[in-house]
């Protein structure tokens, strides 16, 4: 079954919106979501560029953390390491990245992610994520960070 962005952000995901992803799987400690690739993903060498590797294992990590952690509006993630094992794929292309929660305490999750182009291991990513219960605490976070940069 596939989410709607809407369904898994409740204030919409602009980024991921842009990009096109599509969340497939959410719940359980688990997620996975999956992008077709487009020309504008392709670095100098035609091939996906690492950040749009990186984003979508840090998302489906945080995505898997969320629904390990009772009543957690949100994650931020606190540590992210990346391994890349081969170019993730050219235009057309569909990638796939899989975060499940490994371990977690009540407030912090240790996940792990992997993303596949077809039967290819292409990936795999570790991360740490804190739960964020209250989604007015993440906002607050925000506006005071907005308030340190026009100073």
Not at 2 to 30: H, K, Q, T, W
Request: glycine residues 8%.
């Amino acid at each position: 079954m596939a989410y709607l962005l809407s369904e898994v952000f409740a204030n919409g995901n602009p980024y991921l919106e842009s990009l096109g992803v599509e969340v497939l799987e959410y719940g359980d400690g688990r997620a996975s979501m999956a992008l077709q690739l487009r020309p504008e993903f392709m670095n100098s060498w035609h091939v996906a560029q690492g950040g749009i590797t990186m984003t979508l294992l840090d998302v489906a990590m945080g995505l898997a953390a969320r629904t390990a952690v009772p009543d957690a509006k949100s994650s931020a993630t606190v540590d992210m390491s990346t391994s890349f094992l081969q170019p993730a794929g050219k235009t057309g292309d569909t990638i796939v990245a899989r975060g499940r929660v490994y371990h977690r305490s009540t407030t912090m999750c240790f996940c792990d992610a992997e993303l596949w182009n077809g039967t290819l291991l292409v990936a795999k990513a570790m991360g740490t994520f804190k739960a964020i219960k209250r989604i007015d605490i993440a906002r607050k976070l925000t506006h005071e960070h907005m308030k340190e940069q026009t100073q």
